[in-house]
């Protein structure tokens, strides 16, 4: 058996405590793997360009544009990537803004704005009615101070448009505040792992876990991502509402746990393709007699 090949985040994207995190739970799922007998080599992108071609799967925290690129050409060369390159991408606060919309899923009203001063604000207005609004990078997950912004009323836009543009952030994405306690949760795909908790002090309210469970696998299968993180509003009436989906997070409060199932789902992943190839190659028989 070939070596499954697993791809540490790019530091870029993982900046402070993070990249320490985001290593430890690629580790976790190495030491897990190591467990059930697959053979495996943890790496950065830089060196797996040199062995991807020798893995019977790879697994990858990478959620830059260039190595999200990268990977997709590796899987159009028939790589075997877990999370699927265009899962990844689909994270990104413009497509997922757009995908949680068009399936109409519990989520705030966004748009897409340019941040040149060119946008009409009397049509972002509404976006106000509800105690402010925030303003977030439209691509990955934030990743340094000022990545997202809280803006209390519509006059203070333009300037926080400006300090995205003084960044060389040309869009971001407006999206209404939603009241309530902010609950994060981390997940594997199908029935592997589903990790709810409130992270910081807050009201506490009561919500169904069940009803938080089926909506993150509705946006998550919108998606088509299997390893995943995200966050949710609880309103005090207990009305759930997505306001972010992440790919492959750190899962630092159930690490443990959480490495033990991503292992299970990439060695279930791996068995069920190349059960899938072995029953698709035709009989040395076919067509004879």
């Not at 207990?238 to 992440?246: A, F, Q, R, S, W």
Request: proline share 6%; net charge negative.
């Amino acid at each position: 058996m070939k070596p499954f090949l697993g791809i540490y985040r790019e530091p870029a994207y993982s900046p402070g405590r993070h990249n320490s995190n985001d290593a430890k739970i690629l580790r976790l799922v190495g030491m897990a793997l190591e467990r059930e007998n697959i053979p495996l080599k943890l790496t950065t992108i830089d060196e797996a360009r040199n062995c991807w071609k020798d893995a019977s799967l790879i697994f990858s925290m990478c959620q830059g544009p260039d190595a999200i690129a990268e990977l997709t050409e590796w899987q159009s060369s028939g790589a075997l990537i877990c999370n699927d390159p265009a899962a990844s991408r689909a994270t990104y606060r413009d497509f997922l803004c757009r995908l949680m919309l068009e399936n109409h899923l519990a989520f705030p009203k966004s748009v897409e704005v340019k941040t040149d001063g060119s946008e009409d604000l009397k049509l972002l207005e509404p976006f106000f009615e509800n105690d402010g609004a925030w303003l977030k990078r439209d691509d990955v997950h934030a990743t340094q101070a000022g990545d997202v912004l809280r803006i209390e009323k519509a006059p203070l836009l333009p300037a926080a448009l400006k300090q995205f543009s003084s960044r060389g952030l040309k869009k971001a994405v407006l999206q209404a505040h939603c009241a309530g306690d902010e609950v994060k949760f981390y997940a594997v795909r199908g029935d592997g792992l589903f990790w709810p908790y409130y992270p910081k002090e807050c009201e506490g309210y009561p919500f169904v876990e069940q009803e938080l469970q089926r909506i993150a696998e509705q946006a998550a299968a919108a998606l088509d991502i299997a390893i995943y993180g995200g966050d949710a509003i609880i309103s005090s009436d207990g009305k759930i509402t997505l306001i972010d989906l992440n790919d492959w997070p750190s899962f630092a409060p159930c690490r443990g746990a959480a490495a033990s199932a991503i292992a299970r789902y990439l060695k279930e992943t791996y068995y069920a393709y190349e059960n899938n190839c072995l029953f698709k190659i035709p009989s040395p028989l076919a067509g004879e007699g």
